[in-house]
């Protein structure tokens, strides 16, 4: 028998998830202000004594690992060389490696988007441009301008492999902390994430954490191993596909909601499912993740405004008898506000319908119509979701909300979006212990007791 | 080795003649970047730009084809690929006209050559490795 501590190290909660391998289930969970600010144990012991008084006395625990998205999380910049080609290919990856996507750059650089990479504080960036043997001039330029400005920022080169032996002289004669990996698109439309994601990964355990006062921790706990995102991912994937013999759940998407950032989640095939469409744009991965770094509950409740036409306010105003702009403005000044009254849990489903039914409408595949001399053709440009069979909310206001439901809803199919390809009728689930994240780390030890625990604690929406 | 961006233009979803220029300027020895049927001027350009290619060659058989390569030019030079040669070939326009006057038509709008229908292959090869100075 063995006994597993899980770390989620947020952006403002410490949250732990303490596992026994004989009984296959959880023995407690807890959780603390994020302290990284300051020192980041202190949250963390906090929370390990309410998981204590919790569990009803101390647990001597075989291994302990983390994940990590305090600090402002991993923030990227990815560059690319056609905007829907090669940058959507580094976009992507970011992604799908944990990361935020703060910058994203086509064609040359210029020296004021240098300066902004160097503003943002980004962590690491992501060079790519050109297929292998394509253009290499564009990607040998951007790693000069990188180059002469004397950034230490990491960079991973991720383009045209031709050149790649030229741009890493170019790096060290500069003396950058350069890495090289395979193409993230050696041939047109071709996606390829594996190798620079396993980088990112690799540079975030190295140096990111180390930056930020995260790696402090492992004095107390075996390793920081992931960024939460990446966890998350990685639950999704094993949830929705299985293990050996323990089936997944199938086809799935996963809304997670927060304060400052709203995740989509999509696990399913990218092939078109109806006959009478032609796919178009780049290759989708069967995991694929988005981040609106636009809409959350709190700190980006203006985003949340932002993303409004003016005629939706206006409709939530009338239908909901509130004024959403106040409120929303409210929210964003108070970003510790929780909900006290009826009024203020209306508020915040409200928001969180918005954040869903945005966060879908950018990650969804969609339709256009085509008028050929054949008749009708649809083009397809990203996922088609329509086929879902479950839909699994996570996240603060869903798990707190007494009707997640109606917050989760908005992904569904309506009639006045017909060309965007939601879910139709898919079965709604939530994560109410908020494991996701814990489990995915899970899965690095054991992927099977992973999988047995998130089918028995991610459970059906009643109402 | 010389790269070459082929593809069918507009709303047009034929597919064979695209196979075959494929199946043939492989054995020629390029390297053969198919965009496919139902390919717009933009993703011609952008395949171009991101594989470095050498030239673009625009098939259409649905008799659209004046309208789809309307301002093609204008937008490679603006993607900075102006130089790059582009032919199109296939049934390219409406009805039966004096090929000469299409042909004319299309050097206006920056195509470098334009074929009639049923030319052989074997005719536009040489003007390729021409254009590409073999």
């Known amino acids: 028998m063995s006994r597993y501590l899980m770390i989620d190290f947020g952006s403002t909660f410490t949250k732990l998830t303490a596992i026994d391998t004989e009984k296959e289930d959880i023995i407690a969970t807890a959780n603390s202000f994020t302290t990284v600010a300051t020192d980041i144990t202190v949250g963390y012991e906090k929370a390990l004594e309410e998981l204590y008084a919790k569990a009803g006395g101390k647990i001597g625990f075989d291994k302990i690992i983390g994940c990590s998205s305090a600090a402002g999380g991993l923030k990227m910049a990815a560059i690319g060389l056609v905007e829907e080609l090669t940058l959507e290919a580094a976009k992507r990856v970011c992604l799908g490696a944990g990361a935020k996507v703060e910058l994203a750059f086509s064609h040359h650089l210029t020296h004021a988007d240098v300066r902004k990479i160097i503003d943002k504080k980004i962590d690491i960036i992501l060079l790519a441009g050109g297929t292998d043997g394509g253009n290499s001039e564009c990607i040998l330029f951007n790693q000069k301008m990188l180059a002469e400005s004397g950034i230490k920022i990491p960079v991973i080169y991720a383009g045209n492999k031709n050149c790649a032996d030229e741009a890493v002289a170019v790096a060290r004669e500069y003396g950058m902390d350069e890495y090289v990996c395979g193409n993230v698109m050696p041939k047109l439309n071709e996606l390829k994430v594996d190798e620079a994601r396993d980088k990112i990964r690799e540079i975030f355990l190295k140096n990111i954490i180390e930056a930020k006062g995260i790696k402090k921790i492992e004095r107390e706990i075996d390793k920081v191993i992931l960024p939460t995102p990446e966890a998350v991912l990685k639950a999704a994937e094993l949830l929705s596909k299985g293990y050996m013999r323990e089936s997944g759940l199938g086809e799935i998407v996963l809304v997670d909601i927060g304060g400052a950032t709203t995740d989509f989640y999509s696990m399913c095939s990218a092939s078109a499912k109806r006959s009478d469409v032609v796919l178009k744009g780049l290759e989708e991965p069967y995991a694929k993740r988005t981040v609106e770094g636009d809409l959350g509950m709190r700190y980006s409740a203006l985003g949340v405004l932002d993303a409004l036409s003016e005629e939706e306010i206006r409709t939530y105003d009338e239908d909901e008898n509130i004024d959403l702009k106040a409120e929303l403005m409210y929210r964003h000044e108070h970003v510790d506000n929780v909900p006290a009254d009826e009024h203020e849990v209306k508020i915040d489903r409200i928001m969180g319908q918005i954040c869903v039914d945005k966060s879908i409408e950018r990650h969804v595949g969609k339709m256009e119509e085509m008028y050929t001399p054949m008749g009708l053709v649809y083009y397809q440009y990203g996922k088609d979701l329509s086929q879902i069979r479950y839909v699994i909310g996570t996240g603060g206001v869903l798990v707190k909300s007494k009707t997640p439901r109606e917050i989760l809803k908005k992904v569904e199919y309506t009639p006045s979006k017909p060309l965007e390809l939601r879910p139709r009728r898919p079965q709604y689930l939530l994560d109410k212990d908020y494991i996701l994240a814990a489990m995915g780390l899970l899965s690095e030890i054991d992927p099977l007791l992973a999988l047995k625990i998130m089918k028995k604690h991610i459970v059906p929406i009643e109402n | ?134």
Do not use: W
């Open chain 2, 1 to 134: 080795m010389k790269t070459i961006v082929i593809g069918v233009i507009g709303a047009d979803v034929h597919a064979v003649g695209n196979k075959i220029i494929e199946y043939v300027l492989k054995k020629e020895g390029y390297n053969v970047v198919n965009i496919g049927v139902l390919s717009s001027q933009e993703d011609f350009i952008n395949a171009a730009i991101e594989t470095n290619a050498d030239m673009i060659l625009v098939s259409s058989l649905y008799g659209h084809g004046e309208m789809d390569c309307r301002g093609m030019r204008e937008k490679c030079i603006e993607a900075g690929i102006g130089d790059i040669p582009m032919f199109v070939g296939g049934n390219i326009v409406v009805g039966k006209q004096d090929f000469d006057e299409v042909r004319d038509r299309f050097i206006k709008m920056g195509f470098n050559k334009a074929y009639p229908p049923g030319t052989p292959f074997e005719k536009t090869l040489p003007d390729i490795k021409e254009v590409l100075g073999e």
